[in-house]
């Protein structure tokens, strides 16, 4: 079973960057695929990004292609999500999360507790 902490979650401008990061505990997590979700007051839970557990193979969202990077890293057992360009409607709690189908969210059996990002304009 991996489990998992999200951090670096804050309040910045539109524009601005962000970099978040998950630590992964946890004999599995080298093996498993990685992905980072996101869910807004009202709104349903959402893909933002995900990565195969080599690295070799990422995806994302169309809403935040080309200005999010996701990346691992198994000797350290984290993951990392760099948000760049970031808008207001990228506010959200962003959630860390290990399962076995990129964008649907129960396809995930392991959920970190979440980091908030609030973007102002």
């Known amino acids: 079973q991996v489990q998992l902490v999200e951090s670096g979650g804050g309040l910045v401008q539109a524009g601005d960057s962000l970099r978040l990061s998950c630590a992964a505990s946890g004999r599995t997590f080298s093996r498993r695929l990685m992905g980072w979700f996101r869910q807004a007051p009202g709104k349903e839970r959402e893909f933002v990004a995900a990565i195969s557990w080599s690295g070799a193979r990422t995806y994302y969202a169309d809403s935040v292609k080309g200005r999010f990077t996701i990346s691992r890293d198994n000797a350290k057992n984290t993951v990392t999500l760099q948000m760049n360009s970031l808008k207001r409607e990228d506010t959200a709690v962003y959630y860390c999360?290990?399962?076995?189908?990129?964008?649907?969210?129960?396809?995930?059996?392991?959920w970190g507790q979440g980091t908030q990002v609030t973007v102002s304009s």
């Open positions: 999360a290990a399962g076995n189908v990129y964008n649907d969210p129960s396809a995930y059996d392991c």
